[in-house]
């Protein structure tokens, strides 16, 4: 049995009923299969790849906090720092009922190559809680996020472990997050990112994800002689995200024609109306449902169906596993040339690997949406210094990181005879430089 076999069945073994946290073992160490044969014998001798999958600490505590009825509720609360070897962990907090320690296990791992590949100084962590925001009222997300941040406090700093935002948690919730935290520890620091502007935020955080999910797509179709430009792209998600996905997809000149929710998702011939969806989403609050009172022209459709429209290009910005196998084999009858992922791991190892074997052009989650990371660190950056950059000076250090992330995953999946396979390469690029820095500090 070769060394990741070894390791792999011994994740498994170790962390039963996981499966979201085993599929992206598997997935990363598959790929590095052809690194780790090469320094076997190291890896092997130092255990690279066992501390390489064992978080260096796993936090769990409970969440009491009081309803608007007075009734105490409890929640559970986790962060896993996952790995610091290239700088403080740095990580997003979810708050959605599906979160569990897999889901936060699993979204810790690929943070630690995301952020390697950005070339920032910033180690892998996740955190959240099965709480979901939704239909809480201000004052009810305001007495969970106390009470999470009261145990959380403890073990975060801001150079020691930096959380951000995530699904559940916006600026609205981050507020509340900073405020306790700096009541409790006395400090005033860049503990958290995602923060306002009037507290030391920085601008271009909330489009970051977006934008430079459409940064790397752009440079990726250039590397492969397409242009974005006219091309119809279908998007799922409708959050922060998809959002400004859309509105970045828009000014490169692309049409973007799909939109989705929990509930449902929307077609628009004519393009989706970002300014309509932000009116939706981001002031009302509301469901897609409305979309159409905006739109009449526009579609309707409960339940999945975003990948079965005819496109271009498909941008998977909603959740993990959203992209199955039957949604591959549609997207490539439909004539599709590039999945590029702006969620965290949205699509199944079976449809990545259809997806690749029809030839589509497909960029893994761990570079294509490694703007929202990089912006953070710029906005720790910026904390560090006491001073904050213009949304120019934000956006095109963001353009540069993103367009050197393509080309170091398409240089290092060509240096092991893997050209265009950008997940081989994402993989290796993050995994090379947490590699080299483990080694140097010695067993730790």
């Keep these: ?60 505590f409970r969440v009491p906090w009081i309803d608007d009825k007075g009734q105490v509720q409890v929640n559970t609360g986790y ?77 975060i700093g801001a150079d020691t472990d930096v959380p951000a935002g995530d699904i559940g948690t916006g600026a609205r919730e981050i507020g509340y997050l900073f405020g306790q935290y700096k009541k409790i520890r006395g400090v005033y620091e860049g503990v958290l990112t995602g923060k306002g502007l009037s507290y030391g935020g920085s601008l271009a955080r909330s489009e970051a994800t977006g934008y430079g999910l459409l940064y790397l797509t752009e440079e990726l179709l250039k590397l492969n002689g397409i242009s974005l430009k006219g091309k119809t792209v279908a998007v799922s998600g409708s959050g922060n995200v998809a959002i400004y996905a859309i509105e970045k997809a828009l000014q490169l000149g692309a049409k973007v024609v799909t939109v989705s929710d929990s ?12 300014r309509v969806l932000k009116e939706i989403k981001e002031v009302k609050r509301a469901r897609l449902t409305e979309y159409k009172s905006y739109r009449p022209n526009s579609e309707y459709h ?3 169906g975003v990948w079965s429209v005819k496109v271009d290009l ?6 993990q596993n959203e992209l199955t196998l039957e949604d591959a084999k549609q997207l490539v009858a439909n004539g599709c040339l590039a999945v590029c992922e702006g969620a965290n791991m949205p699509t199944t190892l079976k449809a990545t690997q259809y997806l690749q074997n029809n030839d589509v052009i497909f960029a893994p989650g761990k570079a294509a949406n490694a703007g929202g990371v990089a912006t953070s660190a710029l906005e720790m950056s910026q904390n560090s210094m006491r001073m904050s950059w213009s949304f120019e000076e934000v956006d095109s250090k963001l353009k540069d990181i993103m367009v050197t992330i393509c080309h170091n995953i398409s240089d290092a999946a060509e240096r092991y005879g893997a050209k265009g396979n950008y997940v081989l390469g994402a993989n290796i690029a993050g995994f090379e430089r947490v590699a080299d820095a483990m080694s140097a500090q010695g067993i730790v």
């Design 263 to 274: 509930t449902g998702w929307v077609y628009d011939a004519d393009g989706i109306d970002v």
């Design 302 to 304: 409960q339940g999945r």
């Design 1 to 60: 049995m070769t060394y990741v076999d070894e390791v792999i069945e011994h994740v498994v073994k170790k962390n039963p009923a996981e499966p979201e946290f085993h599929q992206a073992v598997k997935e990363v160490l598959e790929s590095l299969r052809v690194v780790v044969d090469a320094n076997e014998e190291k890896y092997r001798k130092d255990a690279l790849l066992e501390r390489l999958v064992h978080p260096e600490r796993q936090i769990i």
């Design 314 to 319: 498909a941008l998977p910005c909603a959740t």
């Design 79 to 155: 962060r896993v720092q996952f790995n610091s070897a290239i700088g403080p962990y740095k990580g997003g907090l979810r708050l959605h009922r599906s979160v569990n320690l897999s889901i936060i296990k699993f979204l810790g791992f690929e943070q630690i190559f995301k952020n390697a590949l950005t070339g920032l100084p910033i180690g892998g962590g996740k955190g959240g809680s099965d709480f979901d925001p939704k239909g809480k009222s201000d004052r009810e997300i305001m007495a969970f996020c106390q009470s999470f941040m009261t145990e959380l406090c403890k073990y």
